[in-house]
Nanobody
Framework: QVQLVESGGGLVQPGGSLRLSCAGS????????MGWYRQAPGKQREAVAE???????RYADSVKARFTISRDKAKNTVYLQMNSLKPEDTAVYYC?????????WGRGTQVTVSS
């Protein structure tokens, strides 16, 4: 059974930083596309960042130059470094992995940006 478990969320002041982690188990995720999505209250889930199996990355325009996605294939883990956080970044952040017909989601971790 494949599981993705997020951690690292919390409450941070505007301008602060957080690092989210997503640990995978149950299968080797090194060849998977892995990414982060977020969903704010009353809004649809949106893509934040994604990385493929060979290191290419892409980001939502709203987080470019502030967020960085990375992965440690040996640890089966993907990270999201979030800097210069804004109140509008407040959301539940979800880890996602997909390859061909395989598609997995984590349960999410809450990020709240507030003074």
């Amino acid at each position: 059974q494949v599981q993705l478990v997020e951690s690292g969320g919390g409450l941070v002041q505007p301008g602060g930083s957080l690092r989210l982690s997503c640990a995978g188990s149950g299968t080797n995720l090194s060849g998977y596309f892995m990414g982060w999505y977020r969903q704010a209250p009353g809004k649809q889930r949106e893509a934040v960042a994604e990385t493929d199996g060979v290191g290419a990355t892409r980001y939502a325009d709203s987080v470019k130059a502030r967020f960085t996605i990375s992965r440690d294939k040996a640890k089966n883990t993907v990270y999201l470094q979030m800097n210069s956080l804004k109140p509008e970044d407040t959301a539940v952040y979800y880890c996602h992995a997909h390859l061909l017909s395989s598609n997995y989601w984590g349960r999410g971790t809450q990020v709240t940006v507030s003074s």
